[in-house]
């Protein structure tokens, strides 16, 4: 196990002050855009953002401690990880612990905060299905037994997403283990019908709730008179931020959207409003930082793959699918890409549960980062 490492060496990583920026820049967002149902809510139009700049600071506390647990601890545990994702999964569905917000019981309520079961179990399912490439790669890569058990457990995972219900956890996790397994080494014939399998799952989840059909037939045409003041409310909404936003903006502070024309402005829909705020260079310029960040955790991947260390390799590449689906879902619902689903801008919008895991996963990439540049120094020495 290595030594505990310098609270230094951080610094001179290149992902670091990227996060950095993006934690800032997020706590800007949240702070603009959370003042009218701030002030509603609770009279403080900066509760949301000082609530915000306590999760950043709590995320920088995360990161610095993460960077210290080597791989081999993750891997180590990689299967009691998994079963603290089920925990997770199952106590928030238990009343008076998992707590209820529009009709969705997905947080755990310790008192004073909540926390999100899926942002914690889909990064233990990454650590765990990282670990099984790694164990059963032999396997993975030859057999259809290999192939599929994985997903026995995954599927075992999305009934309890779906039970919350929590769709939008649900896509990301699978998009991301099937961006695992297919870099694993699994057979093309294997990859392509588990894609149809999962689309086809999707595709009769979508079906089984009015709700899901109502929106995906806004997404079609939210400015029909039957949706723009229901189903495509918020999309409308969002669309009307953006044109507002143009080039430059309207100023920091001065979106007309967030006070209570667009619902969620400072969780699902703070990227809407930034561009309102700040125009489309002001949304380029965030957009560049986390295609940025996501670039650099798939370099780390290669890289860790280059010297050997394939679990970090896949830890990585599971990171920054978790971020990249993400990122991808929230963006296209935001600009009328997608139905409209409640997820999380990573980094940018409020929540601790998300910004605390979001630190958690980079200071992971780092620690990758380290070992496997440590790893590749130590063999050029020895030759």
Known sequence: MMPMLDWRWPLQQPLFFPVIAMLLLGWLMVSSASIGVAQLHTGNPAYYSIRHGIYVLLSLMVFMAFTQIPM???QRFDRLLLGLG?????LVLVPGIGHEVNGSRR??????FNVQ???IAKLTAVFFLAGYLVRRQHQVRQSWKGFLLPFLFLGLMVFLLLAEPDFGAVVVLMGASLVMMFLGGVKAGQ???ASFGALLAGFFAIQAENYRVERLLAFRDPWAPEHVFSSGYQLTQSLIAFGRGDWFGVGLGASVQKLFYLPEAHTDFVFAIWAEEMGLLGALL???LLVFVVAKIAQVSWRAQRVGQLYGAYVAIGIASLLTLQIVINLGVN????PTKGLTLPFYSYGGSSLLICSAMMAIVMR???EAQSLAVKEQTNE
């Open 72 to 74: 081999a601890l993750w």
């Open 117 to 119: 079961a899926s942002e």
């Open 86 to 90: 089920f925990l997770v999964l199952i």
């Open 107 to 112: 947080w755990l309520n310790f008192g004073l």
């Open 191 to 193: 990859f392509f019908l």
């Open 335 to 338: 600009v009328g890409l997608l």
């Open 286 to 288: 965030a957009l560049a």
């Open 368 to 370: 990758i980062h380290y």
